[in-house]
């Protein structure tokens, strides 16, 4: 019979240890060098068993603070609504305040060139002006989204919404600010698919590198024309969201 790899006898116990309540959500748990010197192994065989259970979403790695017990509550639901037009402000906001979350941002704009990838996705040629805007979405003081967005400068270069979030009519979303240039959006395409953080995702988002998340990428277009007028990647943190889309029915209305 073949031995069971010392990293996943590892991993059993301590996974047994989580299940049977011999720790519970949010204690630390043994370092890896604390976890190495009690089973007898190297570093990286403990390594690999935080490893497995990280996937598993039982423990979560704090870069600079260890190993903790992942609390099992049910994630929370992050509304992806599917929007025709303007009217209702900054959509990340609105979803936010619907679940009774404080939501915040960081942002920040810069000129840039097209890549390739994104030029592609805009319809435009490489090394065209865009305008890109980093955010980091916070839900009650705790990162949880990270959205990079690009817009064509020859859409908005001359206009009063150029910069996403300054000026007259800056955050209110990008179907409010493409309606102030006459411009109808529809609904955007997203594309959905889960993968592991990079070291600069983990990064902002306060995990460790491998973390799953969820990759969305969006684009808005001119419902006239069919033009590319934005878009986005999005990165969800995997273990605390779930996405659902569209509108259920409200009692009451037609």
Known sequence: MTETPPYLRIADEL??????????????????????????????VAQRAYGI????????????????????????????HQRVGPGRGSPVRAML?????????????ATARADAAIAARLGIAVGDPVVHTGYVHLADGVPVQLSDSWEPMAVTGNSLIVLPEAGPHGGIGVADRMAVIGIEVG??????????????????????????????????YDRA??????????VLLGSRWVVEYGSRPRPGNS
């Open 53 to 80: 259970l990280i996937e598993e979403n039982l423990v979560v790695a704090r870069p600079g603070a260890g190993y903790f017990v992942q609390s099992q509550e049910a994630p929370n639901v992050l509304l992806r």
């Open 187 to 220: 609904l955007p395409v997203e594309r959905v698919s889960a993968r592991q953080a990079t070291r600069q995702e983990a990064q902002r988002l306060g995990v460790q590198p491998g973390a799953v998340v969820l990759a969305v990428e969006r684009t808005h």
């Open 225 to 234: 024309s069919g033009r590319p007028v934005e878009t986005a990647d999005i």
């Open 15 to 44: 996974r047994a240890r989580i299940v049977d309540g011999g720790v519970v959500a949010g204690e630390r748990l043994p370092s890896i060098s604390e976890l190495a010197e009690e089973y007898g192994y190297s570093g990286g």
């Open 97 to 109: 305040a619907e679940q009774g979350v404080e939501a915040t941002r960081r942002t920040e704009s």
